[in-house]
């Protein structure tokens, strides 16, 4: 399942015809990742992160797949509906919102958002009377890779007097939503997340506000190298019955899929521009680095795997980016075969923190992004 591969004879005409660094979206791929986690998530809707990859080819794909979209920013709101997403599809989860952003949602009627503080309450009933809030409760982000409760997340004993709270301010509390951290392969946290859930929507009954819709965000992981196992279908079906246990078939249950969608959907082809013996070291300066589409390594904190097409005895050896930072050192412990001028250096699994992270550093541009049909 993890071993896909792009064949060599595709890659080398694509890197003829449009050069590198290049950033390969496949459509089939998207499908079938949509595929993917409406079976095994049957009663869950995806709003799909906008932040995780917010190329317009893959927000218009999403559009036309009927998905929702999880926005943070007054321009991946306007961004979203210029491509034809509709507003009533949208939930704007960004715990910290700018005024701004808050003018452009009411002026759009995204009246569908998180919070988790009262002066965020505050700020959303002066901005946006009356729209409809789920509170953002902090839940056990264990061994996720990226820690989201960090900075996130109401303490779950505040729940009920947020919500309380929200309808004093004349706000209209609707739910709960939660992240579990991102590439979160521990299936206990969905689950711990969910009952802390299960008994806010309990307590809130109990105080006369009747809750409708359950946010079980984003997280879920995927295989980031060939022997990396799809954790998914197993944390799925228990999120699924977990799901069914505790809550009743009319309360709606939305995600927040990013990495999920679109992860495993692109690959990144790089060439190699420089080289150099450093410490009796092959060192290979690829025309993408760190300050790209490689920006994962940093903020991501990923591990990507390089392949190459070239055979022959392999050494370890380092691949570098293409700027005028040390910083920009990619992996210092790649197996390789000796590589040389113009040689393709690809990696599979980056969709997502990718190329929405890739800066302009040097006056470099990030990778030219091309859709394709096939698989990638
Ligand atoms: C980043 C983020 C997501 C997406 O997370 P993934 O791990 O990519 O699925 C969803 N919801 C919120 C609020 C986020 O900040």
Redesign the pocket.
């Given at each position: 399942m993890t071993d896909k591969k792009i064949s060599e004879k595709l890659i080398k005409e694509f890197v003829k015809n449009y050069g590198t660094p290049l950033f390969i979206v496949s459509i089939n791929d998207l499908k079938s990742r949509i595929k993917n986690f409406k079976n095994y998530l049957p009663r869950v809707m995806p709003f799909y992160?906008v932040?995780?990859n917010p190329c317009p080819q893959i927000i218009k794909l999403f559009i036309d797949e009927g998905l929702g979209f999880?926005v943070?920013s007054k321009n991946e709101i306007e961004n979203v509906l210029d491509l034809g997403a509709k507003p009533e599809k949208m939930i704007f989860?960004n715990t910290v919102k700018s005024p701004e952003a808050l003018n452009t949602a009411k002026r759009n009627r995204i009246d569908l958002m998180t919070f988790d503080s009262e002066y965020e309450l505050v700020k959303i009933a002066k901005y946006y009377p009356g729209a409809r809030v789920l509170v953002r409760i902090k839940v056990p982000n264990i061994g996720s890779v990226v820690e989201?409760s960090l900075k996130f997340g109401a303490e779950p004993a505040d729940a009920i007097s947020l919500l309380i709270k929200a309808v004093k301010l004349g706000l209209k509390p609707v739910g709960v939503s939660f992240?579990v951290g991102?590439?979160c392969t521990e299936v206990a946290n969905f689950i711990e997340a969910i009952e802390l859930s299960s008994i806010i929507f309990r307590d809130a009954l109990l105080k006369k506000i009747p809750l409708e819709i359950l946010d079980i965000?984003?997280?879920?992981p995927i295989p980031h190298s060939d022997t990396d196992d799809d954790l998914f279908p197993m944390m799925a079906e228990k999120i699924s019955s977990e799901i069914d246990r505790l809550f009743d078939v009319n309360i709606k249950i939305i995600a927040?899929?990013?990495?999920?969608l679109v992860g495993p959907a692109c690959t990144l082809i790089t060439r190699v521009i420089g080289k150099s013996i450093r410490d009796n070291k092959h060192w290979y300066y690829l025309d993408d680095g760190v300050y790209g589409c490689l920006s994962g390594i940093v903020y991501d904190h990923c591990k990507y795997q390089f392949k190459v097409f070239k055979k022959g005895q392999t050494q370890i050896s380092t691949l570098a980016g293409p700027t005028c930072d040390s910083f920009d050192v990619i992996s210092v412990s790649e197996e390789l075969p000796e590589l040389e001028f113009g040689d393709i250096v690809y990696t599979t699994n980056i969709g997502?923190y990718s190329i929405a992270t890739a800066t302009n550093f040097n006056s470099i541009p990030p990778a030219r992004v091309i859709s394709i049909n096939q698989e990638v």
């Open positions: 992160a932040k995780a999880d943070a989860a989201l992240h991102s590439q965000g984003g997280g879920f927040e899929p990013g990495r999920y997502a």
